[in-house]
Every structure is written in C-alpha cells, then in structure tokens.
T-cell receptor, first 116, second 106 residues
Framework: EAGVAQSPRYKIIEKRQSVAFWCNPI?????LYWYQQILGQGPKLLIQ????????DSQLPKDRFSAERLKGVDSTLKIQPAKLEDSAVYLC??????????????FGQGTRLTVV | DAKTTQPPSMDCAEGRAANLPCNHS???????VYWYRQIHSQGPQYIIH???NNETNEMASLIITEDRKSSTLILPHATLRDTAVYYC???????FGKGTRLHILP
C-alpha cells in the first residue's frame, strides 16, 4: 500500500517568510499527526487530528503555526512568520483507528526546513 | 512530555542479540507499550507493541515485566542496518522521548 506522502522534501526560506507543508495520509486512516524534529532530538508532537477535528494542539505555537485537515484527508501545516529556531524536520504520520489502541502509526519521510 | 526512560546509547556486536531496556513506571493499566526506531534521515518506523504478554514478530521480540513498569526490546540477530535511534512509548498519544541510539559494531 502507498505510504504517507509529504511535500516538499526540502525547503529553505528567510526568516519572517511563510511556508507550508503538505501531507497525504494512508487511505482510510482517521488519525493524522504533525511532528517537529529538531536535530538531535526526538520528534515533538505539534498537533493531532481525528478525521477533520483537532484532538490535541497543546504544543502548537499558535501565534505562528497553523494546521488544517480539510475533508478529513490531506493536511497542511503552515508557519507564518518563520523564525530561525523553526529549522527542523517536519514529520507527518497517520494511523487507522481513533487514538492509539492496538494500531501503529506510519510516518512520512518528512520535510526538512532551513530558515536563514 | 514522554514518561519513559531509556539509556541514551548502546553498542551491540553484529550477529548478537541487542537488548534495549525501557522504564515506564507510570504506565496505566490500559496503555500499550510501543517501540519505534528511526534510521538516519528517515521517519520513525513501527517495530512492535504489547500490553501485558510478551510479543514477537518478524522484526523483534518484546518482553514486558509482570508489573508492566519496564520492558525490553530484543533484536535477535543484529545487523548493521539496525543502527538507529530506538524509542519506547507508553501513552495513547505518540509522544517521543530521547530514545536509545543503538550502534551495531562490525
């Protein structure tokens, strides 16, 4: 089966510019996650969707980050304006069932963002 | 924040069994233990999960203590391709800690 697709793979922007990342989860997966992974650290959960509703966005810096999942399928994550500390890999993941019980998540390859 | 504790790094000789420990002393009764790994420049990859019983699949075995406060991931015959960061997760959201960086030595 096709995996989680993310684009672009790489992005370089100047600080204060805006940027958007796109994620297409595995077909039929209700739950979608966005993570930020700074070099040398574990992935940090930014936001979790169930279908098109937000389950948890407690770690999302809402003054500059936004995410949406229209129609409960594809999702976009936006940063506006970007800061140097936003340089990281942004990972998208999806899982079949609501929450976590007895199902694993599948991750995309990520988008590597460099803010200069 | 992650509730699990793992050693920051471990070495294992190629061909030997790699045993990766994880402490999850605050795990609740209905929370599964999941293991993922992340090979350099790739997204995390699911390995195995369990609730109470020991589990085995084509990748690894998972041994969970009777009190469920700790577990061990076993890679039975480690190869160089198993070099990665291994994450143990014990919650209903996929919240990662710092993981264990496993080095397989030729």
């Amino acid at each position: 089966e096709a995996g989680v697709a993310q684009s672009p793979r790489y992005k370089i922007i100047e600080k204060r510019q805006s940027v958007a990342f796109w994620c297409n989860p595995i077909s039929g997966h209700a739950t979608l996650y966005w993570y930020q992974q700074i070099l040398g650290q574990g992935p940090k959960l930014l936001i979790q969707f169930q279908n098109n509703g937000v389950v948890d966005d407690s770690q999302l810096p809402k003054d500059r980050f936004s995410a949406e999942r229209l129609k409960g399928v594809d999702s976009t994550l936006k940063i506006q304006p970007a800061k140097l500390e936003d340089s990281a890999v942004y990972l998208c993941a999806s899982s079949f069932r609501t929450g976590w019980v007895d199902t694993e998540a599948f991750f995309g390859q990520g988008t590597r963002l460099t803010v200069v | 924040d992650a509730k699990t504790t793992q050693p920051p790094s471990m070495d294992c000789a190629e061909g030997r069994a790699a045993n990766l420990p994880c402490n999850h002393s605050t795990i609740s009764g209905n929370e599964y233990v999941y293991w993922y790994r992340q090979i350099h420049s790739q997204g995390p990859q699911y390995i195995i999960h369990g609730l109470k019983n020991n589990e085995t699949n084509e990748m690894a075995s998972l041994i969970i203590t009777e009190d469920r406060k700790s577990s061990t991931l076993i890679l039975p015959h480690a190869t160089l391709r198993d070099t990665a960061v291994y994450y143990c997760i014990d919650n209903d959201k996929i919240i990662f800690g710092k993981g264990t960086r496993l080095h397989i030595l030729p």
